[in-house]
């Protein structure tokens, strides 16, 4: 199934955002969570695609018994550390496992590297990426690009950033995954700066419950994501609480999403960290309000 045709619904869509473990433990973790996740019925999950290309065969192999269980899997691509026909390679790779949905993103630089570099034949922006994947494969795929509410790292004005976007979607891409964030407001904003473009596909809002106080300052200075002061400070009193902090972030996560679809947005992408409970819980949550 191509995740644009469930858009036409107009129903909200839930998604899960997975990424491949590195042991066997985990592999027999992840098999859990996915099988507890399965039962709230996602309209699709998708698989990462590890920092630098590294987990590009897990990846494809993940994303392939995904789809060959019979849940709609969308893999994700980076143009790291790869030449056009190794991506055509991966690309065909994803075609014969049956997938039909490739979120098409640059990546970030490999471990260790600070700056992205384009790889000697390969591409390097998204859209590059994107223009590829519909060129060789018309629209046999469905394409989606990740966006920035808060705008991209390496790209703070938000009017370029937004310009910088139009052109992936251009370029093809049918619907667009958000960073994740903690203050609608960016999210709003951005979708406001997005139609002003003429951006008129579906921009899914990425949410991430938080799990760990550490964790998630990690992760926000990492992509430019901003903690709101409030939020922040009732963070740092549960900083040695595990248990607290997480049931902060799923009671927050819980308010954002219900405020974001009562607003309007096209669905919610919850990157889980491959975790089970707080997302059942915010999406159960949400259920029972009717918003989902
Ligand atoms: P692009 O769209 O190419 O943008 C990169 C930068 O270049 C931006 O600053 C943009 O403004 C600028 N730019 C774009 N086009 C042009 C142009 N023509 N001229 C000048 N500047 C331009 N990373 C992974 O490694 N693996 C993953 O699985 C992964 N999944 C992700 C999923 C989502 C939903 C999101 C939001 C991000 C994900 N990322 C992942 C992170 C992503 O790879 C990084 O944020 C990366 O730095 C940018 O990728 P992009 O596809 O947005 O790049």
Redesign the pocket.
Known sequence: MRICDLFQAKRPLFSFEFFPPKTDAGQASLEKTISELEELKPAYVSV??G?GGSTRDRTIDLVGRIQQKGITAMA?L?C?GANRDEIAAVVSRLEQAGVKNI?A????PPDGATTFETTKGGFA???ELVAFLRERHADRFCVA??GYPEG?V??RNLE??IF?LK??VTAGVDFV???LFFDNQHYFDFVDRAHQAGINVPIVP?IMPILNVGQIERFTKM?GASIPDVLHRELDRHRNDPVAAQQLGTAYATAQCLDLLRRGAPGIHFYTLNQSAATRNILTALRATGSA
């Open positions: 990462t695609y920092a994700h980076t790291v979120i993103l640059r990546g970030d922006y998204a859209s690009g990740a991209h390496e790209c370029r950033d910088n052109k992936k995954v958000t960073q990425g992509c």
